[in-house]
Nanobody
Framework: QVRLVESGGGLVQPGGSLRLSCAAS????????MSWYRQGPGKERELVAN????????RYAASVKGRFTISRDNAINTVYLQMNSLKPEDTAVYYC?????????WGQGTQVTVSS
């Protein structure tokens, strides 16, 4: 059974930082491209960042480039999203995604709220 479990969300003040984690089980993690998506209130789900299975090639949405960093540790089947200089518009539910060939899996999401 495939499971993606996100953690690390919460309430943070503007300018603050959070690190999200997504622990995967039931998959050969190193085969999968891993991504973080988010869905803000009244908005569609959007890609935040992704990292390929090998080589660490990353891609970011323009709105987070320079502030967020995605990384992965294949030894412990975990992908991270380090979020710095957070803004109120970063408020959203953040979802972890794993994709390989026709396989596409989602976590349950973790809430990030940026507010003073």
């Amino acid at each position: 059974q495939v499971r993606l479990v996100e953690s690390g969300g919460g309430l943070v003040q503007p300018g603050g930082s959070l690190r999200l984690s997504c622990a995967a089980s039931g998959v050969t993690f190193s085969n999968y491209a891993m991504s973080w998506y988010r869905q803000g209130p009244g908005k569609e789900r959007e890609l935040v960042a992704n990292i390929l299975s090998a080589g660490g090639i990353t891609r970011y949405a323009a709105s987070v480039k320079g502030r967020f960093t995605i990384s992965r540790d294949n030894a412990i089947n975990t992908v991270y999203l380090q979020m710095n200089s957070l803004k109120p518009e970063d408020t959203a539910v953040y979802y972890c995604n794993a994709r390989f060939s026709l396989n596409n899996f989602w976590g349950q999401g973790t809430q990030v709220t940026v507010s003073s």
